[in-house]
Structure formats: structure tokens, C-alpha cells
């Protein structure tokens, strides 16, 4: 799987948008990218994933540039409760299994 | 919404004891996962279940470690004899197919002591 590069740590106020980026510069025409998110201990969880035209759900937007190196997770109105560790995973299309990085932990504040 | 459900939230354990860790997967889900994550470290993979087999494991998968379907709706982790280092959460996973997302449960904290 190719390698992906967050920022450590990110701060945002409640309510505007967070815009957290990834860094796949290695990535392959047979890779998807998958957004997960931990808040505190818990389990990881789903986010959203593209391949390579952008996505949007009821979480969260994908954009993922035209050349597929980096993308950007954006959280339209971030509340208190999206403080967790994001990560961004890069997974074959035919794989199973997600290799976590250390994510980026946002932080967001009143 | 379904969910991925574990059982127990937190198990203690003396070291060289066998321990079961328990899961329930999302009912119409066919691939299964185990993952772990050492406090303050990173998540990861121990192996992926479907079809009644092991589909791929890590190298942390080593003969000390066990996984079962043992009925439609369980999915075990059994751990022959646990050392300290083996204390961690455990987290297991479901996903519909194997290339679709996966979905988490809240996890079982071990503690070996």
C-alpha cells in the first residue's frame, strides 16, 4: 500500500470547516483512498473513501486532486465531538486489510 | 444502525491464561478482521477470517493466537497463553465484501498481569 503523510496535529473552532490533508504521492491507479477517525479509545471509525473523483456523505467531503497524490478530508461544520485522530489510509482495490499511519488528531475548540 | 458488538469491554488476565475474546459482526457482513492497538501506539492488522479460513494474517498472528466462527453470528479471538506484552484493545471489524469498508466495535481492553 502506498505510504501517506498527515500532519501531526490540527486545531479548528466549532463550527467552520476542517480541512485535513493527506499526502499519497505514491499512490497506484488501483488504490483507493479511506478516511477513519478514533475518537478517544474507541473503535475506528468510517469516514468516506474515493478513488478519484471527489465524494461527499452525510460525514464529511472527499476532494482528491486530479494527479490522486494528496487529498483533502473537509468537515463542513466541525462540533466538539469531531476531536479525534483522522487517519488516511491508501488500500488496493482488491485488499481487505487497512494499515493505520498516526492519523492527525484535530482538535477542535469553542 | 447495525453495529459490530464485543464482549467483554475489559478483560483481565493472568499471564499464561488462555483468553476468548468475543465479537458479534453486522449480520449480512461476510468478512471479518481483528486488529489491535498497544496503548499510544498504532492500530493494527492481525488477520482477516472469511469463508470459514484465515484470508491473510500479520506476523503478530503467531501460533499463539486462534481464530473461529463458531456459530452464524460470533466471531472469536482466542489467545493461548497471554503474556504482558499481548495487553492492548482489541478491535474487531466487519465488512460486507472484502474490498468495502470495514466497521469497527468499541473494542475489548486487555490487561495482562
Known amino acids: 500500500d502506498a505510504k501517506t503523510t498527515q500532519p501531526p496535529s490540527m486545531d479548528c473552532a466549532e463550527g467552520r470547516a476542517a480541512n485535513l490533508p493527506c499526502n499519497h504521492s505514491t499512490i ?11 475518537i478517544h479509545s474507541q473503535g475506528p471509525q468510517y469516514i468516506i473513501h474515493g478513488l478519484k473523483n471527489n465524494e461527499t456523505n452525510e460525514m464529511a467531503s472527499l476532494i482528491i ?3 490522486r497524490k494528496s487529498s483533502t478530508l ?24 487497512l494499515t493505520f499511519g498516526t492519523g492527525t488528531r484535530l482538535q477542535v475548540t469553542l | 444502525e447495525p453495529e459490530v458488538t464485543q464482549t467483554p469491554s475489559h478483560q483481565v488476565t493472568q499471564m499464561g491464561q488462555e483468553v476468548i475474546l468475543r ?32 484470508s491473510e494474517k500479520s506476523e503478530i498472528f503467531d501460533d499463539q493466537f486462534s ?3 463458531p456459530d ?8 493461548r497463553s497471554t503474556k ?3 495487553s492492548a484493545m ?24
Not at chain 2, 466487519?94 to 486487555?110: H, K
Open chain 1, 28 to 38: 497506484s491507479g488501483n488504490e483507493y483512498v479511506y478516511w477513519y477517525r478514533q
Open chain 2, 72 to 79: 452464524g453470528s460470533n466471531f472469536t479471538l482466542k489467545i
Open chain 2, 67 to 69: 481464530v473461529e466462527r
Open chain 1, 65 to 67: 486532486t486530479e494527479d
Open chain 2, 23 to 54: 465479537c458479534v459482526p453486522i449480520s449480512n457482513h461476510l468478512y471479518f478482521y481483528w486488529y489491535r492497538q498497544i496503548l499510544g501506539q498504532k492500530v493494527e492488522f492481525l488477520v482477516s477470517f472469511y469463508n470459514n479460513e484465515i
Open chain 2, 90 to 113: 482489541y478491535f474487531c471489524a466487519s465488512s460486507r465484501a472484502g474490498n468495502t469498508e470495514a466497521f469497527f466495535g468499541q473494542g475489548t481492553r486487555l490487561t495482562v498481569v
Open chain 1, 74 to 97: 473537509i468537515l463542513p461544520h466541525a462540533t466538539l465531538r469531531d476531536t479525534a485522530v483522522y487517519y488516511c489510509i491508501v488500500r488496493v482495490i482488491t485488499a481487505s486489510k
Open chain 2, 84 to 86: 504482558l506484552e499481548d
